[in-house]
């Protein structure tokens, strides 16, 4: 199926979730995670109207910027190690997994300008996901104030992979409730007003749940 029909049908998903529960379609950004797929197929995302485009490893997302270059928002998603952080730090716009203070002061030595960062929270406590313990969230961010070039845009969560839509819901509202209280400490280099969660199988619940960026690979530029 083409990039463009895959994308209709979720568009057409994201309007209906959104007028039943009374929420602005135009809130939710989807993030292509092209991380399975070639850089043709990455380029189909982009003609369709994508802007936004996620790869989890530093080597996936340099093959396609050679081609692809800056025409989209480039958005890290995967596990970032500290000493990759230069190869890919000019060309994202967004990180999504910002987990340890070590990261962050990486990200602040090798940035020119401020990073939309998000902060990788583990809210389902499977100890195999990465991410920083709910708990913790607050003192880390709190500590950033040392890294001017980490602006905390928002909170991350991968849920596990579970049909239990009552548990899933349940870690996409506590991430919520943990954003709405770091959003209230009124930091200035943490405005967290965003929260990036959901993805092919469970951006729906995630919407409910307040979801303002959902990352969509196979459901979206799988080769199916
Ligand atoms: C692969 C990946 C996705 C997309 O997964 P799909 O199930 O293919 O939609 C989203 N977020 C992260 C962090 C990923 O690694």
């Not at 730090?89 to 070590?102: A, F, G, N, T």
């Amino acid at each position: 199926m083409k990039v463009a029909e895959k994308l209709e049908l979720i568009e057409n998903q994201i309007k209906e979730t959104c007028s039943e529960i009374g929420r602005n379609p135009d809130e939710i950004n989807i993030v292509a995670v092209t991380k399975y797929v070639s850089t043709e197929r990455a380029e189909e995302a982009i003609q369709a109207g994508l802007i936004h485009l996620g790869e989890n490893r530093d080597s996936g997302l340099l093959e396609k910027w050679e081609v692809l270059k800056g025409r989209p928002r480039w958005h890290f998603i995967g596990t970032l190690q500290s000493r990759k952080v230069k190869n890919i730090i000019d060309k994202v716009s967004y990180i999504h997994s910002l987990d340890r203070l070590s990261l962050a002061k990486e990200i602040d030595k090798r940035a020119d300008k401020p990073i939309s960062c998000f902060v990788q929270v583990n809210v389902s406590g499977e100890d195999s996901k990465h991410g920083m313990e709910p708990q913790e969230v607050e003192g880390f961010i709190r500590s950033l104030k040392d890294y001017p070039a980490v602006k905390v845009v928002g909170l991350m969560t991968m849920a596990p992979h579970t049909d239990d839509e009552h548990f899933l819901r349940k870690c996409f509202r506590s991430l919520r409730e943990l954003q709405e209280n770091i959003h209230s400490l009124d930091l200035p280099y943490a405005p967290c007003t965003e929260l990036s969660m959901g993805m092919s199988n469970d951006y729906k619940i995630a919407i409910e749940e307040g979801a303002t960026f959902i990352r969509i690979g196979s459901a979206l530029v799988g080769n199916d």
